[in-house]
T-cell receptor, first 113, second 115 residues
Framework: EAAVTQSPRNKVAVTGGKVTLSCNQT?????MYWYRQDTGHGLRLIHY???????EKGDIPDGYKASRPSQENFSLILELATPSQTSVYFC????????????FGEGTRLSVL | GEKVEQHESTLSVREGDSAVINCTYT??????FPWYKQEAGKSLHFVID?????DRKQSQRLIVLLDKKAKRFSLHITATQPEDSAIYFC??????????????FGKGTHLHVLP
């Protein structure tokens, strides 16, 4: 069964610390995405990837890095976490043709104190 | 940059009535438009989509309309039920270069189905 798995599901971090959010998909999808969801802003695209080794900036990439070491894994890295990065983060994967709805993970709730 | 605007932030309807959520997009090259439902505290789940080669698609009580000239698409939920209460997101697939597709979302519509 198609699945996108995020870890951790919940994370509390300190300001200035490094945070890594991980995402794994078993769907053999080329495209993977990281979004954040905030009240009043909906879902905003942070970074995306079209295959192993590629990362592309989305609409709000500042303060975030991404890594796609393999087809299955896509990480979001906050090198110096700030309270403004407190949010719910969603990873998704989708087919390479762009004509298929991305499948979402369950989300990671991140609090930066 | 490219945008998807979702016009209704909140929508309340009586059970059994229809609900309509409207979205517009800016990228004329967009060709695929999925819709998602998010229940409280949960992730997003795909509900229906439409491709640019058609202007209408129906799946049970859900109907999606696409007007390419106006760059507008809409979700119609007929005979609403309490379990339809959720946040609905529209989205558009954009191809910024030959290798990549990205999917951008509207801000969401919180649908309340009242008894």
């Amino acid at each position: 069964e198609a699945a996108v798995t995020q870890s951790p599901r919940n994370k509390v971090a300190v300001t200035g610390g490094k945070v890594t959010l991980s995402c794994n998909q078993t769907n053999n999808h080329n495209n993977m995405y990281w979004y954040r969801q905030d009240t009043g802003h909906g879902l905003r695209l942070i970074h995306y990837s079209y295959g192993a080794g590629s990362t592309e900036k989305g609409d709000i990439p500042d303060g975030y890095k991404a890594s796609r070491p393999s087809q299955e894994n896509f990480s979001l890295i906050l090198e110096l976490a700030t309270p403004s990065q407190t949010s719910v983060y969603f990873c998704a994967s989708g087919a390479g043709t762009g004509g298929q709805a991305p499948l979402f993970g369950e989300g990671t709730r991140l609090s930066v104190l | 940059g490219e945008k998807v605007e979702q016009h209704e932030s909140t929508l309340s309807v009586r059970e059994g009535d229809s609900a309509v959520i409207n979205c517009t997009y800016t990228d004329t090259a967009s060709s695929y438009f999925p819709w998602y439902k998010q229940e409280a505290g949960k992730s997003l789940h795909f509900v229906i989509d439409i491709r640019s080669n058609v202007d209408r698609k129906q799946s049970q009580r859900l109907i999606v309309l696409l007007d390419k000239k106006a760059k507008r698409f809409s979700l119609h939920i007929t005979a609403t039920q309490p379990e339809d209460s959720a946040i609905y997101f529209c989205a558009a697939s954009i191809r910024p270069d030959t290798n990549a597709y990205k999917v951008i979302f509207g801000k969401g519509t919180h649908l309340h189905v009242l008894p």
